[in-house]
C-alpha cells in the first residue's frame, strides 16, 4: 500500500501562482509513477500530468502544457506540481496517484492508490 496526502492549495487570483505538494509513504516511492488528476464540481476527474519513476519523463494535459510542471523528489518521497499563470477553469479538486507501472497512464482507473485532495480556486 501507498498513503498519498497533498497540501498547498489554496486560493489564488487568475494569472497567479501554486505549488502542491504530495508526501507518500509506505513503499519505496521511487519504485512507482506518479499522477495528478482533478475533479471540477458536477465534472468527471480529469488527467493532469504524470511523472516516470525517475522524474525524467513526464505527460501533460493539453489543457495545462506549459503552464503547470510535475516534479519529484525521491530522496523526500514527495510529488510536486508547479502552477503558473492560473486561470478560473483550474478550479478544482486536485488529487496525487501512484502506480506501480513504467508505462504512460492517463486514465483515472489506471492508478490504484490516491490521496484525499486539495482544492484549488482560482478567481477571475
Known amino acids: 500500500q501507498v498513503q498519498l496526502v497533498e497540501s498547498g492549495g489554496g486560493l489564488v487570483q487568475a494569472g497567479g501562482s501554486l505549488r502542491l505538494s504530495c508526501a507518500a509513504s509506505?513503499?519505496?516511492?521511487?519504485?512507482?509513477?506518479m499522477g495528478w488528476f482533478r475533479q471540477a464540481p458536477g465534472k468527471e476527474r480529469d488527467f493532469v500530468a504524470t511523472?516516470?519513476?525517475?522524474?525524467?519523463?513526464?505527460h501533460y494535459a493539453d489543457s495545462v502544457k506549459g503552464r503547470f510542471t510535475i516534479s519529484r523528489d525521491n530522496a523526500k518521497n514527495t510529488l510536486y506540481l508547479q502552477m503558473n499563470s492560473l486561470k478560473p477553469e483550474d478550479t478544482a479538486l486536485y488529487y496525487c496517484?501512484?502506480?506501480?507501472?513504467?508505462?504512460?497512464?492517463?486514465?483515472?482507473?489506471?492508478?490504484?492508490?490516491w490521496g484525499q485532495g486539495t482544492q484549488v480556486t482560482v478567481s477571475s
Open positions: 496517484t501512484a502506480v506501480h507501472d513504467s508505462g504512460v497512464r492517463v486514465r483515472p482507473n489506471d492508478y490504484p492508490y
Open positions: 509506505g513503499r519505496t516511492f521511487s519504485n512507482y509513477r
Open positions: 511523472i516516470s519513476w525517475s522524474g525524467a519523463y513526464t
